[in-house]
């Protein structure tokens, strides 16, 4: 598999980069990223073939359809991680709630976030990159909540990696935050920016484009990358799970295999919903992908009107803060499929010098013929919440966010939303919803809810507040370089 740029090539990087080159140094030539050079299609006889294997496996066959410059045991053993989720068969299973539409549960990993099913085999991936290569690794992870402690967990305790993960302190709910602030393992650094997502990602961005940076880690013989979506190694993970569910709807015989479904994703940083459109090129029978929002409703306004327009937007917090993102990194993925890398540059470059560009009559028509998109409101994700409880089935507030959209689907097609998350991580938003009793914490919450739905608190989440406090530090974003060279 060779990754290409997705801005051009400014004739110092190479142009075109192996997988594992990609995953360990992910910023491309003008701050780009980079993409699959070719998107492989599933070969006819694939879905039949793959229909009763188990995740691992097939999870081994999508990637090996991009020959990955990963040994076969290499990538095995990595993805030996879902070994430490609910059912290690099935770490995604797949609920229905209706006879049209089911939610695919990718929350039953570690941290109870969908980030585990790519971080986790990313994590084996990238150590055993660095031990091969007897290098040390720096890895940044700016999070709005859920990569932060998916990053921490997969790195925890591993010799060559050391992270260091910014979270915007008061963005996170106190279970992410606790999450991350009582690892202990000597490897790990959390630090909290005063400041919301996209400062703490741009100041990511910033640094893994530093020269300066770069030289200064150079010194300590240690290398820079990341562990967001900008790097596709995650990216590559994240088609699997939309591959299963279409084999689960075959198996169950609600669709019969070539049927077309749809399929819903609460997006952010667009990189679940990339990974349904990857899935989609390379031939899996997804009629549309539904882009759920919430207030901060960038991306449905992008997919309305091909405008981009972050002139007059404010970041907002809202019940869902994983998707409180106005910058959506995976978008630039998606231009590049679809318009090529000069149309890229032209239009990421307007982004950040006027913040806002639009698309031309033609090509938002190409990204319409795909994408649906909607936003839903606090008020809304509440009345989703309780409607669905009645059903007998908990969601989280960003599978909450699916359901408006979800009017627009249509409704002769089984449906699959994405769940990203287990209710425990926002359990005060529940209890809004559910009690209507707002300004509960966290650990007040959390059994409340558990004892009025009658729902277990996974053990990943039950201790969590009787873990002491590791990691204090809480700075502005002008103070990153320097704390994160304290900390090496
Ligand atoms: C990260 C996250 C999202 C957004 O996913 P993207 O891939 O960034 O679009 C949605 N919900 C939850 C719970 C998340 O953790």
Not at 21 to 50: C, I, K, N, T, V
Not at 257 to 267: A, F, Q
Not at 315 to 322: G, S
Request: hydrophobic share 40%.
């Amino acid at each position: 598999m060779q990754c290409t740029e997705t801005r051009g090539n400014d004739g110092h990087r190479p142009c075109q980069v192996s997988f594992s080159q990609a995953m360990l140094d992910p910023m491309a030539s003008f701050g780009g990223l980079y993409a699959p050079a070719d998107l492989p299609r599933l070969p006819e006889d694939f879905l039949a073939r793959q229909l009763h294997a188990d995740y691992a496996a097939l999870a081994s066959a999508v990637l090996n359809l991009y020959q990955p410059d990963i040994p076969a045991e290499v990538l095995t053993q990595a993805l030996t991680r879902y070994a430490q989720f609910d059912d290690a068969q099935t770490p995604v299973p797949l609920h229905p709630l209706t006879d049209n539409l089911f939610i695919n549960e990718l929350y039953h990993g570690p941290t109870r976030a969908f980030k585990d099913i790519a971080l986790q085999p990313f994590g084996a991936l990238l150590s055993h990159q660095a031990a091969a290569r007897q290098e040390q690794f720096l890895v940044l992870a700016a999070t709005s909540g859920d990569t932060g402690p998916a990053t921490l967990h997969t790195f925890r305790n591993c010799p060559q990696v050391k992270v260091v993960c910014l979270y915007p302190v008061g963005g996170t709910s106190d279970v992410q935050r606790l999450q991350m602030v009582t690892e202990t393992a000597p490897n790990l650094c959390v630090l909290g920016i005063h400041g919301d997502f996209d400062d703490a990602q741009t100041a990511l961005k910033r640094l893994l484009c530093s020269d300066d940076f770069q030289a200064q880690l150079a010194r300590r013989n240690t290398r820079l990358s990341a562990a967001n979506s900008v790097n596709i190694g995650r990216i590559m993970f994240q088609q699997v799970y939309h591959i299963a569910a279409y084999l689960a709807l075959v198996r169950r015989g609600t669709i019969r295999s070539g049927d077309p479904i749809t399929i819903n994703v609460p997006s952010g940083n667009f990189g679940n919903a990339l990974g349904a459109y990857y899935a989609r090129r390379m031939g899996l029978p997804i009629d549309r992908i539904l882009i759920a929002s919430n207030q901060n409703h960038v991306l449905t306004d992008f997919i309305r009107t091909g405008r981009y327009d972050l002139r007059n937007c404010v970041l907002v917090n809202t019940h869902a803060p994983a998707m409180d993102i106005l910058i959506s990194s995976n978008i630039e993925r998606l231009l590049f499929d679809l318009f090529g890398p000069a149309r890229t540059r032209t239009l990421m470059s307007a982004l950040a010098h006027e913040r806002y560009y639009a698309l031309d009559a033609g090509e938002l028509a190409q990204i319409q013929a795909i994408f649906t998109a909607d936003f839903a409101t606090d008020a809304e994700v509440r009345a989703c919440i309780r409607d669905v409880s009645e059903q007998g089935y908990i969601i989280d507030p960003h599978t909450a966010t699916c359901f408006k959209v979800q009017d627009q689907a249509d409704r002769n097609l089984p449906s699959v939303i994405c769940a990203t998350a287990e209710w425990t991580k926002f359990s005060p938003v529940l209890a809004e919803a559910l009690l209507d009793e707002p300004g509960l914490t966290d650990a007040v919450a959390l059994h409340r809810i558990a004892e009025a739905t009658n729902q277990p608190v996974s053990p990943q989440i039950a201790d969590i507040f009787q873990r002491p406090v590791q990691h204090r530090a809480q700075i502005m974003p002008d103070a990153i370089e320097t704390a994160i060279s304290d900390f090496l």
